[in-house]
């Protein structure tokens, strides 16, 4: 399980990469076509479609990367409240209710992606392409997300109860 959970962890090192580098390319079209109106009276008409796009793309790209980092949004107050042994129980559940609720949304995610590819919906703005181009990312993630909180679950089952170290950034 170690081994799957180690290149399940590059994965998610080369998605978060890949965040990067299209928020890289994304900073570099915003700023030229900046430059391009101000100076040409011209510029990008599609940039910033394609600027909300790439902000969709990256926090899907990322979500598992800062999950498996302990980085997520997380209310973490109570754990340092409660006893040791509750709080590693409390991390337990939360990591199947995580992973319950991350087959959920793949299911409809995917539900989402294929009937908008069998219906032909578009997207029509500056840019048009086929909707499901857009849709397709998510089920992507949740089942991501999903395989992360597996793995965060197998983690916790096989460790000492005690609170994880990213559980708690409070005092």
């Not at 030229?32 to 969709?56: K, M, Q």
């Not at 849709?135 to 992360?148: G, K, Q, T, V």
Request: some cysteine; proline content about 4%.
């Amino acid at each position: 399980m170690n081994r799957l959970s180690n290149a399940f962890g590059r994965l998610l090192n080369a998605l978060a990469t890949a965040a990067a580098l299209t928020l890289l390319a994304m900073v570099v079209m915003v700023t030229a076509d900046i430059i391009l109106r101000n100076l040409t009276r011209t510029g990008f008409p599609w940039a910033n479609e394609v600027s909300e796009y790439a902000l969709y793309v990256i926090t899907l790209l990322t979500a598992p990367w800062l999950l498996r980092r302990g980085q997520h949004v997380r209310i973490d107050l109570v754990l340092t409240l409660v006893p040791v042994r509750v709080a590693w129980v409390m991390e337990a559940a939360s990591d199947v209710l995580g992973f319950v609720v991350c087959l959920v949304m793949l299911r409809y995610g995917l539900k989402m992606t294929i009937d908008s590819a069998v219906m032909g919906s578009i997207t029509i703005k500056n840019l048009v392409f086929p909707e499901w181009w857009l849709l397709w990312p998510l089920p992507l993630c949740f089942a991501l997300l999903a395989a992360e909180f597996a793995f965060r679950f197998d983690r916790v089952i096989h460790s000492e109860p005690g609170r994880r170290v990213e559980a708690t950034s409070v005092g």
